[in-house]
């Protein structure tokens, strides 16, 4: 299979949008592009330089296929042919890189192709949400409108991971339910217009080649804004091309960042620069730093909250002469409104019947996430649910108590067996004790009644004291009163 006529049919597009169309680019990656527009505008480029005619491409060229991170996959990102084939539960997965143009091109999907696979994988029940990997300064202005509202219009969370998402980038990206910045050195912003061409008058004029501009008689203002910007004039080309172009991009960006931007920075946010990193979060541009899985994370958990409460109330709601009523889902989305729904507006009292009604509408609508209740029903619910609480509460109580109350009882066994083991010992120790007193006396009886060359009476019968001798009669008394310093005082009257 040969890829020559395609790849050309896609450089063709390419010379085309670069001649002739409008861009919103970041400045720096104007400078790098030059070259090779510069190139295209000489004729220098060709098709050929880009590959050999008839002969197989190396590289394959972009095709539209679907890109989704299946659930628990551990594979990451996976192709499928068709969105059947894709798992349920799954998050369709786009990059947009490099120069967005609104055609194919020999390195990325254009724009318009992108748009459409977002499209399809929105319609398809296999998608849960999107995650759109930006890595772009920006691109066409042809066909981005379109594609920008194609993001901000998706009926299922759309998350952006931004690692340069500026200009014309930032225009599509903004429209996403969230932003999530792809580390300290991402570049986002470059949020405004401007034009520049080179006048090669005078280098042709060298060259012995002049121009002759003729306009139809009643073209008078044909081009006449460039003619005047090449004589320095810049007034016009600002009033006629630049200043409304610019006005639709920041009022889409201020719809899209609709009370996240800050306020006391929109004016400079608005004015062209860009931002790095996480003054990204700061100044509301972004909604917070992150990996590409965690944008992956962060749509799943909008997928979820949104199968779970059906979306966000409802902005506003008005009737028109064809009676399509619409009201926002997910701070961004838009559902019709059946005249079940369009009674409920504005009213302070919702019957069960009613709100019944409805419900049969949000189900026709495939809203199974959500349903309307009547105030007395969700009265009742929050009753019930105190109720819930309130036991809940008991039982985690009680269970704290039974706990506590175990391990009180534990103790006091515990320390009873800890009791009971100290008398045991202490039995013991006495009963060793008592039988080594025995033992000592029954030693000293045996002493005692040993034959020897001079008794020693060490032990007196029951009726003698152990020191009493023989022929001593004195008492105690007696022989205090025989000391001397005792008889000194018999005579002292004051001792009298």
Known sequence: MHHFLPELMRVNALLFAVLNGYFLLEASAIQNYLP???????????????MAAGVELEVAPP??????????????VLSYEGLDEVPAGSIAVYTIEGVMMEADTCWSLG??????????????ENIIAHVGRFNTPGGSTMGLESFAGIIAGTQKPFVSHATQMCSAGYWAGSGANAIVVNGRTAMIGSIGTMVSFRDYSKANARLGIEDHVINATA????????????????????????????????????????????AQQEKELL????????????????????????????????????????????????????????????NKKTLTLGAAMVALVAKQTVSAEEAAAANTELEAANITGAKLITEAAFTDLEAKGARVDAAEKEATDAKAATKTATDELATVRQEASDSKASNEQLTKDLEAATKRAEDAEAEATRLGNLSGATPTFARKSAEKNDVEEEGDTKSTAQILADLPHNKALDNNPLFN
């Open 111 to 124: 724009t318009a192709s992108l748009g459409q696979l977002i499209r399809e994988a929105d319609a398809h």
């Open 219 to 262: 073209s008078t203002n044909k081009n006449a804004a460039f003619s005047e910007a090449q004589k320095g004039n810049y007034k016009p080309i600002r009033a006629q091309l630049l200043d409304p172009l610019n006005e639709v991009f920041l009022s889409t960006v201020r719809e899209n960042r609709a009370g996240k931007l800050d």
């Open 63 to 76: 095709t539209k296929s679907f890109l989704a991170i299946t659930p628990f996959a551990e594979s990451g």
């Open 36 to 50: 090779l527009a510069e190139q295209m505008r000489e004729g220098k480029f060709r098709a050929a330089d880009w």
């Open 271 to 330: 004015s062209g620069m860009v931002y790095i990193g996480e003054a990204n979060v700061s100044n509301g541009l972004a909604d917070q730093m992150g990996s590409f899985e965690d944008a992956v994370a962060l749509a799943q958990q909008l997928a979820e909250e949104a199968a779970t409460s059906g979306g966000s109330a409802a902005k506003n709601a008005t009737t028109s002469s064809n009676s399509t009523n619409t009201m926002s889902l997910f």
